[in-house]
């Protein structure tokens, strides 16, 4: 390969995290070509997170842990070269968008990166405008950050990110947030700009089935090691093969189990609004039975979050009227940043009386035996959405209400969650939120969706 038109290179890379018992990444050696789009795949806690910060060299600089191998970017050692000497040159858009946002207004946040690149007023704003067009979220620039949907703050890390105009790009699930509409819009915008720009882009993804149809390469890694760095085509040869989940849809679960039980939450004529006269939510209704497992779908920013929040109680309503019976659990869109303890154990039987084995039991159940002694922000965001959910789960609501579950979490674990609810549906009442069409479909008895303007519809 020619000199001039590689952006990046890996060599023999390994690395732990501190106090980690096993490797992150193991010998792992890759070159970037400049233009090009890479999907980078494997199950939960496979390396993948850690190769992107190690591309922007967050890994070792701010992560700390033991680094072996070199890595290159742009002509720069990643190993002698600050993570923010990298700006300008890479760019980085994280899991969890919620974590990355620092200012108030959403014009501060995406002039945040340019004005640090000491660029003139007038050629931020022109960046600040570009950005945000392109990923259409103009009507977005003078909007707090706070009122944001998960979908719209996810547009608006991106179009900071864009705002830099990175030789390299590296997106770590972009989609997780973003309705099914939004998430095709999103790739198409990433491959456009990635061929009229001459950017790289190396995006991590757990929902496959798009980011397969316009990414260059492959790469998929197991345990840290990389087992598959081949051409689109070959590679979707190669996972039929070797590693199905991520290219066959879902399996759907027999839900023939007979009538829904009593109604253990009823939500009548509810309307909800977080500023005056800007309503989120407007006279809508539903029951939600025992037995019964239903998914929540609809656009960013529909109120989705919202709905589900008023029906397990952490929100009150403003008109209509909710009646629940029994007690409710509910798992956040990002569970981790809600974490309170130092170890999963704990942070699982915090809600049941300290209960320390029916904490073990619910890891195991949910694929994190092994993780009881390990501090919950080590674990990957697919590992930490299923230690919140283990945790709900453990305190046996009567309504369980998830709000986006699958959210880095890896086709096959999503098959699994899909069993663990079905299982455990005839005990309780399940509202599902979910993007993730196929995996709700799989799952859920019956799915509602909520119009742009909040107004329940059949789905």
């Not at 999907?39 to 600089?61: D, E, F, Y």
């Not at 703050?153 to 790009?169: D, G, K, W």
């Not at 399996?251 to 309503?279: L, T």
């Not at 709905?307 to 956040?332: I, N």
Request: aromatic fraction near 4%.
């Amino acid at each position: 390969m020619a000199l001039n038109t590689r952006i990046a290179h890996v060599e023999r890379l390994a690395f732990s995290y501190p106090e980690a018992t096993g490797a992150a990444l193991t010998d792992v050696s890759l070159e970037l070509e400049r233009g090009e789009v890479v999907l980078v795949l494997g199950r939960s806690g496979s390396g993948k997170s850690t190769l992107l910060r190690a591309l922007a060299g967050l890994v070792p600089h701010f992560h700390g842990g033991r680094f072996s191998g070199s890595v290159g970017v742009a002509g720069l050692d990643t190993r002698s070269t600050a993570p923010a000497a990298l700006a300008g040159t890479v760019a980085t858009l994280f899991q969890d968008p919620e974590d990355q946002i620092v200012f108030e207004r959403v014009s501060s946040e995406v002039s945040f990166g340019p004005e640090n690149l000491a660029l003139p007023p007038a050629q931020v704003e022109k960046r600040v405008v570009a950005a945000l067009a392109a990923v259409g979220a103009e009507h977005l620039l003078d909007r707090s950050t706070r009122d944001l949907s998960g979908g719209e703050l996810q547009r608006i890390c991106l179009a900071s990110a864009l705002a830099l105009e990175p030789q390299l790009l590296l997106l770590d699930e972009p989609t997780s947030q973003l309705d099914p509409e939004g998430a095709a819009v999103f790739l198409e915008l990433v491959e456009r700009l990635a061929r009229e720009r001459g950017m790289t882009v190396v995006l991590s993804e757990q929902r496959p089935a798009l980011p397969l149809e316009i990414c260059d390469r492959v790469l998929f890694l197991e345990r840290g090691s990389l087992l598959l760095d081949a051409p689109r085509r070959q590679a979707i040869e190669w996972l039929e093969e070797n590693a199905p989940v991520f290219v066959e849809p879902p399996e759907s679960f027999d839900k023939q189990g007979g009538e829904p039980g009593r109604v253990i939450c009823r939500m009548e004529k509810i309307g909800y609004a977080y500023r005056p006269g800007i309503p989120v939510l407007e006279n809508v209704s539903l029951e939600l039975r025992r037995g019964e497992v239903v998914a929540l779908a609809g656009p960013n920013g529909s109120g989705k979050t919202t709905l589900a929040k008023l029906a397990c109680g952490l929100l009150e309503t403003q008109e209509g009227e909710v009646v629940r019976h029994g007690r409710a659990g509910y798992l956040s869109q990002d569970p981790g940043r809600y974490v309170v303890c130092e170890r999963s154990e704990d942070e699982v039987a915090l809600g049941i009386d300290g209960d320390l084995a029916r904490a073990r039991g619910w890891l195991v159940e949910l694929g994190l035996g092994g993780s009881e002694r390990r501090h919950p922000r080590d674990l990957s965001s697919g590992e930490r959405e299923r230690l919140g959910l283990a945790a709900v789960l453990a305190t046996e609501p009567d309504l369980l209400v998830l709000d986006e579950p699958t959210r880095g979490v890896d086709p096959g674990r999503k098959r699994e969650l899909s069993e663990l609810l079905r299982t455990g549906a005839s005990g309780r009442a399940t509202l599902l939120v979910s993007h993730d069409r196929a995996f709700a479909r799989s799952v859920a008895d019956r799915v509602v969706s909520l119009a742009e303007q909040g107004v329940l519809v059949s789905a």
